[in-house]
T-cell receptor, first 110, second 115 residues
Framework: GENVEQHPSTLSVQEGDSAVIKCTYSDSASNYFPWYKQELGKRPQLIIDIRSNVGEKKDQRIAVTLNKTAKHFSLHITETQPEDSAVYFCAAFYGNKLVFGAGTILRVKS | EAQVTQNPRYLITVTGKKLTVTCSQNMNHEYMSWYRQDPGLGLRQIYYSMNVEVTDKGDVPEGYKVSRKEKRNFPLILESPSPNQTSLYFC??????????????FGPGTRLTVT
């Protein structure tokens, strides 16, 4: 079916450590994979995205990797800071329909 | 300022009383969509629209209607709301979808309670 599985559902890390969130999709035709960050009481905002013709993309402390063969993609946050605490969602387009993962609550302990 | 607006932001209503949540974007985006957000379930797409007069069902369309008569507006209609439609609703827009996908810009959200 058209779904996106996201793990873990919650993640606690110490400030300065790295955090990794993984997502799996099911449609090999999917070719665009965004990651959104949602702070408490706010709207989701795009933090990084990757297209299927690229294996990795970085933007300062965040990076996304894509393994098309295995149909999974991951978000990597290095040197985590308290302001990284939020809910993170991965997503994939199935045709013209955007399907989100269930979200990961990231807590960065200082 | 480029933005997506939704109204109302908060709404408490009773079962069966028809309601409309408006959504408007000023970025000339082609793609617009509605999502509901429930704890533990993430964001689920209700309906989306590729352009004027073109709408399609998302994952959870039951109990909802939409229309896209103008490019900038994409209202969500609940003809006969029920308590299981109590949720946080987001409207979003993007330049294009599918193979040429771009960033989804989300509205501020509408918290709906149906009693």
């Amino acid at each position: 079916g058209e779904n996106v599985e996201q793990h873990p559902s919650t993640l606690s890390v110490q400030e300065g450590d790295s955090a990794v969130i993984k997502c799996t999709y099911s449609d090999s035709a999917s070719n665009y994979f965004p990651w959104y960050k949602q702070e408490l009481g706010k709207r989701p905002q795009l933090i990084i995205d990757i297209r299927s013709n690229v294996g990795e993309k970085k933007d300062q402390r965040i990076a996304v990797t894509l393994n098309k063969t295995a149909k999974h993609f991951s978000l990597h946050i290095t040197e985590t800071q308290p302001e990284d605490s939020a809910v993170y969602f991965c997503a994939a387009f199935y045709g013209n329909k955007l399907v989100f993962g269930a979200g990961t609550i990231l807590r960065v302990k200082s | 300022e480029a933005q997506v607006t939704q109204n109302p932001r908060y709404l408490i209503t009773v079962t069966g009383k028809k309601l409309t949540v408006t959504c408007s974007q000023n970025m000339n985006h082609e793609y617009m969509s509605w999502y509901r957000q429930d704890p533990g379930l993430g964001l689920r797409q209700i309906y989306y629209s590729m352009n004027v007069e073109v709408t399609d069902k998302g994952d959870v369309p039951e109990g909802y209607k939409v229309s896209r008569k103008e490019k900038r507006n994409f209202p969500l209609i609940l003809e006969s709301p029920s308590p299981n439609q109590t949720s946080l609703y987001f409207c979003a827009s993007s330049l294009l979808a599918g193979a040429l996908s771009y960033e989804q810009y989300f509205g501020p959200g509408t918290r709906l309670t149906v009693t």
